[in-house]
Each structure stands twice: as structure tokens, then as C-alpha cells.
């Protein structure tokens, strides 16, 4: 017996149970018992904005409202009877942002799963594929505002983003035979066809289940308008459903009829010029492009509504019901060697630690640093190594190197340590290493906010100071994020033995 990422128990006898048509109530309940996870990618952009030393409200508005699954999240949160007290409902990710503030956000994102953890295989794409969508109905349904000069476009776009979200979070917890089926009918029909074929696959409509989600997490009386199909004849509610229209259509043939057919309705009803929607149609395709390079989401890894794309689900699924052992949305994938903890390798490297500062014509901290990273990597058994050092007088933690699979973006990053505390200013004032795992003290816990959580997102993980003369000059962390292992004590002990050392070397360098 295995379990899906839902964590129900799966056989092919409950399979077929798990298939039996729920009603949008019950799905609702079943989505609101745990919090949805969100895309990493999301989380670091507000560790970013985090990190500048002047951020603006609107700058992390945008790095929120990139991510629809975010988006709910911090509206959720700003609605909430501790933030609003029903007062005045906030539909706006900027409203959201101040309302909540930053200190809110760190400590949210701290506590948030990312969805390249949580799914795999067909579902995860299935969820990838709709939120891509979501992204680029956003940002036609904003643009059709502006050009109507509506007094809030934000919010149309916010609208726009959540029109699909009841869709996303049932694509989480659905069986994924349900999964397989909504996309095989979809190629069948067109995503033109999306809620008939909902209908037919689930029994019911999924807005009505983002209707429920509007209206009980307060996200906003356009998007429930939006959801339920009412005062169809509101130009701002017209923003909405027509951008989600044209996307569909561009989504299947971007030259077809059926794109034609959606640019004539919006030509009609809100009055733009073909040559206005033509420019709209292509900036929306390009920050769309880039949005997916971003996210980690290439166009040519999501097709899901063509032959290709159905072949593709037919093979996972397949594959799923004839692997033993597997969970239905599993396929396998190559896995990184995982590195085993040398004690000799350790030695070797601390030996030629010595050596380096033994000669004169060859010491200096870059020097240094190499070596500790690869008596980490090759002696301790560990995956990535960062290399921080302390900068502007105590204020500013700057990256120095990175070795392993690390965002190369995040080399030269500023991370403020007088702003707030985290937990890279806590370590700062510890003698010794600390090891972050599920089972560290809860003061541990709280402080790995998104500045943290940027570099080591699996929460398993080691940071150590460094000291020099006058004091701690830097940080070291390192983990085991390629091959997706935990720490254990005999890796810890090897970055103990790597660190002292290291510790004392940049005494003798002067540093």
C-alpha cells in the first residue's frame, strides 16, 4: 500500500474508491484542512526584496503577486479578523503587503512548503501548467482595465490571477486518475470546453469551488463575481472573463480561429483597438516567457493539451499503476550521487589547509575557502557550502561564494542583519555551529525567515561563524540539498573538524 501526496492511502481497489464524484463542498473542506504549498521561486523574490536596504511596499507587492498560490496566502492573512476586523475587505496584493507589514511576511514565508517539494510527476504539472495560465490572464485582464481606465486595475489583476485558484488547489489533492482524466478530455475538447469538461470528469464546476474560496477567505467581490458568473455585464468583471477566454484560445493555437473569434468579443464589449490588443497580446506572451524562465517553468516542459502532452500523461500514468511500491503521480528520475563522509578526506585537506598557510606566496582567503569547501563537500559528505562575510560595519551579511547547486543569483547578495533578527545575526552570536533540523528548539525555528530560507529551503541544515581577529568576520553553512538526505552525525562531526579549522586558519591570515 502506498500513499499520494494527499496522504491517503492508495490501492487500486481505493483508487477506484478515491474516484467516486465529491461535491464542491466536500472538496472545499478537504482543501481548507492544511495550508497549500507555494513555488520556491516565489519565496526567494520576497527574500530579495527583504534584503535591499530601501524596498518600497510596491516592490514586494510584485514579488507576491507573481505567485497566485502566494497571493492567497497574504490576502488570506490580511482579511483575517487580527488584521482587518472585518472592517474594509482588501482585494489588492499592495493593500495586502502594507496591511500586513513586513515583520507578518518574514514570518509567513518561515512557515511556508514550497510545491517542488509537496508534488511530483502529473501533478505537479498539471498545477504548473494552470498557474502559468493564471500569470498570463493576470496580466491581459490588468492591461483591458487600464486601457478602460478603470480606477483599480490592481485589482482586476488580482482577480485575473485567483479566476482559476479553486482549479489549482483541487489539482492538489484530487486522485490522480480524476487528474489524468480532466487533461485527456481537455485535448479532446479545448480548453474552450474547460468546464463542461470539469463537469463531466468531476461532477461539478471548479469556480463554484473558488466561489466558496472567495467568499469565505475574503479574496475579493470581483473574483466571486468572477467565480460566479454574476453581473456579467460589469466591464470590470468583462476584464476578467475575457482575458481568461483569449488565454485559453492563445494556449491552443495562438494563429487559430478561436483567437480570432475571442479578439472580435473584446473589440466589441470593452472597445480596444485590434492594433492595442495585437501589442497587449505579445508583452503578455513575453513577461509570460520570462515569468516560466523564472519559475523554473519552461513552456516546452508544460505541454499538457496536445498530443504530446497527452502521450506524456498516458506514459506517467501508466507507469504509476504498474510500478510497484509507487506513488500514482511518482516517474522516476535520476538521483545525485549521494557523498558518504571520508574521515581521511578530511584529514588530506586539513593537511593541505596547513600547507597553504605555511606559504607565503600562496596564502590568502580565496585559497582558504576552496579547500574548506571541498573538505566539506568530499571529507563531510555534505552537498552545498555558502560562504558569507560581514560587511558595512555589522549591518550587511554579503555572499561571497557558493559551491553546489546554489541560485547563481545569489552570489553578491546583501542580506541585512541590524534590520530584524534571523538567524544568520543569532548564529553571529554563537561560540558554536547550530544544526537546524525538524526538531530544533522552536527560538531556532522562528528565526529562519525568507533571507534564510533563499539559501537552504529544506530546513536542514548547519551555519557556523567564522572569527577572525577581531572578531566574527562571516558565516559558513552548508547542507545536503542535491541528494535530498538529512544530516547526520557523522557529517556534522566532519564540518566540525573543517570549520576549526578553518576558524584558525583565518586567524593566521590576519583576517
Known sequence: MTADKTGVPTTPQTEEKLS????PNYWFRHIGREEFPV??????SVARVLSQVKSSSTEM???VAMDPLLTVRVLRTANSAFYSAGIQKISTVQRAVVVVGYDALRHLCAALRFVEECFSGIRLKSIQSHVRLSYHQALLAQWFAETIRDGAPEEVYCAGLLADIGLIHLLGVLPVSSIVALHKNLERHGLASQEEVEQKVLGFAARTVTAKMAADWKLGDLLEKVARKRDTGNLRVKCVCLARDLTRALAEDAEGKGVLAVRER??????ISQMNMRRMMDAAAQWTHRWGQAYGLDGEDLVMFGEEGVRTVDAEHAQAMTSPGASPEESPRPAAVARKPDATRQLEIMDAIHALLMDASRRNSRALWDLVAQGLRQGAGLDRVALMRVVSGGRFLEVKELYGDFDPGLKGLMV??????NLFAYCLERPDPIWVHDGSPEEIKSLVGPEVMQFFGSRDFVLGRIMGREGPVGLIGADCHETGRSLDE????GFLRLWRCASVAMEQLGI
Open 20 to 23: 467516486v464524484p465529491r461535491g
Open 39 to 44: 513555488f520556491r521561486q516565489s519565496v526567494l
Open 61 to 63: 507587492a510584485k514579488a
Open 266 to 271: 473584446v473589440g466589441d464589449e470593452l472597445k
Open 416 to 421: 541585512p542583519l541590524a534590520t530584524y533578527r
Open 490 to 493: 557523522e557529517s556534522m562531526q
